[in-house]
Nanobody, 122 residues
Framework: QLQLVESGGGLVQPGGSLRLSCAAS????????IGWFRQAPGKEREGVSC????GGSTNYEGRFTISRDNAKNTVYLQMNSLKPEDTAVYYC???????????????????WGQGTQVTVSS
């Protein structure tokens, strides 16, 4: 069964950092583009970063960096200089797709994790 599991969320003070992980099981991430998305209460889900199967990445939030370790079947999201407005549930998603490009659109992704809560507060 194809599954994505996020981890690494939690409570952090403004200015702090967190690294989220997205581990895949039941399939190999090598041939998938992976996106990180977030959804705050009352707001739509939005893309924050994505990485293509070939390793090309796009960071829609400049303080965040996405990376992948195919050997570990895991994708990471490094989040620095966190702000209270970064508070949200963070999701990873997979799309069998482009080698060179990835998408920040929710509709482009077929497989989703359950999400991990990130709270930025003093």
């Amino acid at each position: 069964q194809l599954q994505l599991v996020e981890s690494g969320g939690g409570l952090v003070q403004p200015g702090g950092s967190l690294r989220l992980s997205c581990a895949a099981s039941g399939f190999t991430l090598d041939y998938y583009s992976i996106g990180w998305f977030r959804q705050a209460p009352g707001k739509e889900r939005e893309g924050v970063s994505c990485i293509s199967s070939g390793g090309g990445s796009t960071n829609y939030e400049g303080r965040f960096t996405i990376s992948r370790d195919n050997a570990k079947n895991t994708v990471y999201l490094q989040m620095n200089s966190l702000k209270p407005e970064d508070t949200a549930v963070y999701y990873c998603a997979a799309s069998p797709g482009e080698y060179y490009f990835c998408s920040g659109y929710v509709s482009e992704y077929a497989y989703w994790g359950q999400g991990t809560q990130v709270t930025v507060s003093s």
